[in-house]
């Protein structure tokens, strides 16, 4: 069988010194370490250390169960490798593995919020690499190897999984069947096929393809329709050469020698081996609609454009980003190890892997959101043959993958510490991947539970139209989109909506209460230099006064808007038709969100140089919009100064703004002058014994619009923190006004607070 040489990678995207770059600026490697407790104080130092530490160890040394209550353990990954198969590259030796390491660990954290430490092993011999890692392999939670020779690499993971009471996990072995096994699933039901009908090859007897053809295997592909071509050839039953106790059990009986007379009316082919070694010829030799998975890395058996110049009919998945269906594992170890460790399991079993893979697979069926389709630079993908695997940035997968492989832990009794509340569970894991997501899942609980009707004024924007349908595909409520029915319906047919009608579309020009609008908006403009038709004009032709006048009149619970016009115009046309609440500000609050606290921040984009009343206003308000989001405000007048030190003039008016509260018989604890980082401290008390603050504040009254601003902007663009809002409040209805440009989760976003925030009549 002739060898074709591999080919050129078909794009480039970095160069070499700007890998080197990468790894070594502005510090050498990807990885650091970060405590997770306080070490400010000695007392602090004394319980991390001794003598405080020696209680943990007595309850240890009774109990070595109790070691994943108080040490790291249960949420700590080592990922260990010899350099013997590092990617593509071969035996370039442990040390040389650890940028590949490091860079695993670092997608542990970020997928999976799983910490993680990488470890090279100077040794090559199977059976001292299995002893040096059993001496030290219980100190972790689990073990991930990674880029270990075959066939090595068979007989480590067994012995280490036969000796340590801990996941082992060979990835580069399971993380790979894994995703190809979602990938089939998914392309079998787009082309009507069962598993136990499929013809398949599999190009590569290593470790990688073995283990992906044991895995469609247990899913119901026969032995006996199953091929395996190595670097010799096909293994048949009575081969002799290069074979092995793992090549043995997959010899078939068959007179087939080649790659190519195996390909010929194959249902499926699956490379893990070398570039370019399957032809065009061979492709067309295959059955009709044919699935086609060439994984080798970095560049494929056979690029997808030669095997779509010969086949118009098939399912294509490679292992490379810049092609459709990426068999990537990082689809897969992450969520393995997470499901594994909050179980405490003692391995990763076969029905854990297929768990993951049919989870995998049933959420590519699924729409897909918005972070996906950035991730496609704009393009959103949908189910069908070029996306039959989900995206490795959809957010869902921290919360729909762990949990199905927990399931299938505890079901085969390998789990020590099985999850009672699996719907709650799933709601902590969305809480680790983003910190924003226990606001926003309470926010949506709540809508869901009393669905509302939203107004999206500016219907005509593709952003809008995904936005509503999102709206009402998660049941939050009905959207009506505003605008001229001719452009939304092209614009629905772009995005590919299937049912136009499912949005409700009103154009304002043909609305039949027009007359009864311009009556109610004349009477509170004519005394402002409005002429009744005048009057007539915005009701028309302006889409935000328009949907103002829809909630006045109640023909809708709350509105969006904001897309295309700046914010303080949105604003200014929609209070022409609306009040504001009695005893509060109309104005905006900023959440700021990260894994350690909630902050609300006020007011972040109205009131520019706010007098004391104007604080004092500002103050009530947003501890009242914290109390909706289910926090107890404490409230701290933010300044330069703390309590007089030093003296300033818009220290006084904050002085005074804590006076006029004092008259005020509120509810909720507040404090001021105060600077940001003392009222932020939980034990500023004990410097300022005096204080009204009983824990750190959670509610920032900013001094003006300038500092409240810069602050939620700079926290947002340096990333170290999340930016919900702007959120508009105050008005007597609902409306939520996006910043120019939103994407479609953003304006979705703030129509799912428009639905929650409650809505104020004058009585």
Known sequence: ????????????????????????????????LQPTKPMATQRDLSLAYSPGVAVPVEAIAADKDTVYDYTSKGNMVAVISNGTAILGLGNLGAMASKPVMEGKSVLFKRFADIDSFDIEVEEEDAEKFIECVQR???????????????????????????????????????????????????????????????????????????????????????????IVVDSRGVIYQGRKEYMDQWKAPHAVETDKRTLAEAMDGADVFFGLSVAGIVTKEMVASMAPKPIIFAMANPDPEVLPEDIKDVRDDAIIATGRSDYPNQVNNVLGFPYIFRGALDVRARNVNEEMKLACARALADLARQDVPEEVAAAYHGKRPSYGPEYIIPAPFDPRLISEIPPYVAQAAMDTGVARKPIEDMDAYRKSL?????PTAAILQGITATVQQDPKTIIFAEGEE???????????????????????????????????????????????????????????????????????????????????????????????????????????????????????????????????????????????NITELPEAEDLADIAETTAHFARQFGFEPRVAFLSYSTFGNPIGERMLKVRKAVEILDGRDVDFEYEGDIAADV??????????????????????????????????????ALGSATVLGPFLTGLEKPVQICSLGATASEIAQMATLAAFAPSHRDE
């Open 1 to 32: 069988m002739a060898k074709l040489e591999p080919r050129p990678p078909k794009r480039t995207y970095i160069t070499d010194q700007q890998a080197l770059d990468f790894h070594s600026k502005p510090f050498p490697g990807k990885l650091s």
């Open 136 to 226: 030290f392999g219980n100190t972790f939670g689990g073990i991930n190897l990674e880029d270990i020779g075959s066939p090595e690499c068979f007989i480590i993971e067994q012995e280490l999984r036969d000796k340590l009471d801990i996941p082992v996990f060979h990835d580069d072995q399971h993380g790979t069947a894994i995703i190809a096994t979602a990938g089939l699933i998914n392309a079998c039901h787009l082309t009507g096929r069962k598993f136990e009908d499929l013809k398949l090859v599999l190009s590569g007897a290593g470790a990688a393809g073995l283990s992906v053809l044991n895995l469609v295997k247990a899913m119901g592909v026969k032995d006996e329709n199953a």
């Open 430 to 434: 969305a809480r680790r991947q983003d």
């Open 462 to 604: 593709p952003a809008v139209i995904r936005a509503a349908q999102a709206f009402q595909q998660r049941g939050l409520g009905k959207a009506i989109l505003i605008g001229r029915e001719k452009p939304i319906y092209d614009n629905m047919k772009l995005l590919g909506i299937e049912k136009p009608d499912s949005l409700m579309v009103l154009n304002a020009r043909l609305f039949d209460r027009n007359a009864e609008f311009t009556d109610y908006l004349y009477s509170r403009l004519q005394r402002k230099g409005f002429l009744r038709r005048d009057a007539q004009r915005l009701v028309n032709n302006d889409r935000n006064v328009f949907s103002a006048l829809m909630l006045h009149h109640e023909l809708a619970d709350g509105m969006v808007t904001g897309v295309t016009r700046s914010y303080d115009i949105a604003l200014n046309d929609v209070q022409l038709v609306l009040n504001h609440v009695e005893h509060e500000r109309t104005m905006g609050v900023s959440v700021v969100v990260n894994k350690n606290r909630t902050l609300f921040i006020a007011d972040t």
């Open 679 to 716: 009222a932020l401290d939980p034990l500023h008390v004990l410097t300022y014994p005096f204080s009204r603050l009983t824990d750190a504040a959670n509610v920032l009254v900013m001094p003006a619009i300038h500092s409240a601003s810069i602050s939620t902007k700079l926290l947002d």
